[in-house]
């Protein structure tokens, strides 16, 4: 059983910045990454990952702005958002897929607002 625990998430101004973590109970060296987000009435929608070998993929939404990253020895993953939007508003989660099980993070909640 592999545990996601995610924190970071809050209240922040547009345009401001926040910086999301979620902690894996067991190594991230060999797996992918990703943080995936939930807008009340949308579908979870990917936003970033990050690969085995270290290379992120950005949703077209969120390049430029938002930036993930990993600290192996920390087995910890990281979502740095930039230049946020009313439109990043949502529930963030952490996901990763070991041994053919998929695992989630509980979520954590950013909200951008004035």
């Known amino acids: 059983q592999v545990q996601l625990v995610e924190s970071g998430g809050g209240l922040v101004q547009p345009g401001g910045s926040l910086r999301l973590s979620c902690a894996a109970s067991?190594?991230?060296?060999?797996?992918?990454m990703r943080w995936y987000r939930q807008a009340p009435g949308k579908q979870r929608e990917l936003v970033a990952a990050i690969t085995t070998g270290g290379e992120p993929v950005y949703a077209d939404s969120v390049k430029g702005r938002f930036t993930i990253s990993r600290d192996i020895a920390k087995n910890t993953v990281y979502l740095h958002m930039d230049n946020m939007k009313a439109e990043d508003t949502a529930v963030y989660f952490c996901q990763t897929r070991m041994s053919l099980t998929t695992y989630w993070g509980q979520g954590t909640q950013v909200t951008v607002s004035s």
């Open positions: 067991t190594t991230i060296r060999s797996v992918i």
